[in-house]
């Protein structure tokens, strides 16, 4: 997946997420972390990964609706298929950089 294929919505949630330094400290640099760690080790497994990525999907997805929008639920905001979206984009951005580095 890249940023090309991803819907619009799914596209704007990713580049939030980006850019909060509060979803940057608190979980992005953790879910990378861990995700090195068993890349290292051989057993990284991308469906799993994904998971891990749309757990921090959805918090962006609360996150936004907290800062942005006034009324209605979060999850209605970004419906489960965007942040899916987003989730895989996460997954398919860092495990082509861990390739990168691999090959460093």
């Not at 509060?22 to 890349?39: D, S, V």
Request: proline share 1%.
């Amino acid at each position: 997946m890249n940023r090309e294929t991803v819907t619009d919505a799914a596209q704007e949630l990713y580049l939030y997420a980006l850019n909060d330094e509060r979803l940057y400290t608190h979980q992005r640099e953790h879910i990378e972390a861990n995700l090195e760690k068993k890349f290292a080790k051989g057993i990284y497994d991308r469906e799993k990964a994904v998971t891990m990525w749309k757990y921090f999907a959805d918090n962006a997805a609360k996150r936004f609706h907290e800062e942005f929008c006034n009324s209605g639920k979060w999850y209605n905001t970004f419906p489960t298929q965007d942040r899916l979206e987003m989730a895989q984009l996460c997954e398919s951005e860092h495990y082509d950089l861990m390739l990168v580095r691999e090959g460093e």
